[in-house]
């Protein structure tokens, strides 16, 4: 018998070298006993750090394979979303989120994958951050670092060393203008320390573009490191705290989302799956902070046993 809320989708891409994404996510869902499906938004040769890398892209493959799903009445209890290749691979994704919202109540975790450390990933522009904005709008949490919530939200940094550069021309031509014209392609800084108004500004502006619930990571507030939640019909929202380890993995992001959407979907509010995502987090990366070679991630299958939701 199949388990209540027990199908989960997976619309992220596989690496062949590197414990990230498809590749990490997969082992964590099904050690927690979720049935475990996926949708590879495209092959990657190796995690993006290592500078050099290619990318096949699966869209044609990803239309072809939803009408197929369509016919055959596959559904799924949650969908998880990462990293986008393209425009109309987003208009895809977003398009059957919402449909399988609308028909089965699906929950859609969505982890906006375009940037970090100040800046947007290789290959990745501007362009990218408005469809993704739209994909957002699907999720019933959204789960960016907090480079990509600014890029989201278009959420001005004031100060010295401490500003979001204006738009460039394309983006100001778009039909999103209004929202472009306060983001750009970099950040001055990514440690950057954001006082209480600030992260007021972008958890608000998040729910603005339609997300329910709010889960920021790599946070600094006023000089500490933290994780932000802001929950749906609620005011405000609570920053989890943390020391940070000076360590910087390649997946981890995916290992975390995977972590807090298997707990929500057991049933656990968002404000605890987060500190428990956030502690089987500190416990992976302080055993391998001595790993030579971060970029390949963290060999996941190793640590099942001590994952728990």
């Keep these: 018998m199949e388990s209540q809320n027990n199908k989960i989708l997976l619309v992220y891409d596989l ?30 040769s190796n995690t993006f750090d290592y ?21 055959l009445g596959f559904s799924f209890d949650a969908i998880c979303t990462g990293f986008i290749a393209s425009k109309e691979q987003s208009q895809l994704v977003t398009d059957y989120c919402r449909r399988h919202k609308e028909r089965n109540g699906a929950k859609v975790f969505v982890d ?31 789960l960016p670092n907090i480079t990509e919530a600014c890029f989201l939200t278009g959420v001005k940094v004031k100060g010295e060393e401490r500003v979001l550069l204006g738009a460039s021309a394309a983006a100001a031509t778009t039909s999103a203008s209004s929202a472009a014209s306060t983001t750009s392609a970099t950040l001055t800084r990514h440690r950057l320390s954001f006082s209480a108004e600030e992260i007021d500004s972008i958890v608000a502006g998040l729910k603005d ?51 807090v959407a298997s707990s929500v979907m057991r049933g656990n509010p968002l404000e605890e799956a987060v500190p428990k995502a956030m502690k089987v987090m500190e416990y992976l990366i302080s055993t391998n902070f001595q790993n030579e070679d971060k970029y390949k991630g963290i060999p996941i299958e190793q640590y099942l046993d001590s994952i728990k939701i």
């Excluded at 892209?57 to 369509?70: F, K, L, Q, S, V």
């Excluded at 940037?115 to 947007?120: K, S």
């Design 112 to 142: 906006p994958v375009m940037a970090d450390n100040g800046y947007l990933y290789n290959g990745v522009t501007f362009e990218t951050v408005l469809y993704l904005r739209e994909l957002c709008s699907t999720a019933d949490v959204v």
């Design 209 to 259: 573009l339609g997300a329910k619930n709010v889960v920021i990571t790599s946070a600094n507030l006023e000089g500490r490191s933290c994780t932000i939640v802001g929950k749906e019909g609620q005011e405000g929202w609570r920053p989890f705290y943390y020391k940070e380890i000076p360590a910087q993995f390649a997946g981890t992001g995916d290992t975390f989302t995977s972590l």
């Design 15 to 44: 690496a062949g070298y590197g414990k990230v994404a498809l590749s990490v996510m997969i082992p964590i869902f099904s050690h927690l006993k979720f049935e475990t499906f996926n949708l590879p938004t495209a092959l990657v």
């Design 51 to 71: 500078g050099k890398f290619d990318i096949l892209d699966t869209t044609a493959y990803m239309r072809n394979t939803i009408g197929i799903w369509d016919q």
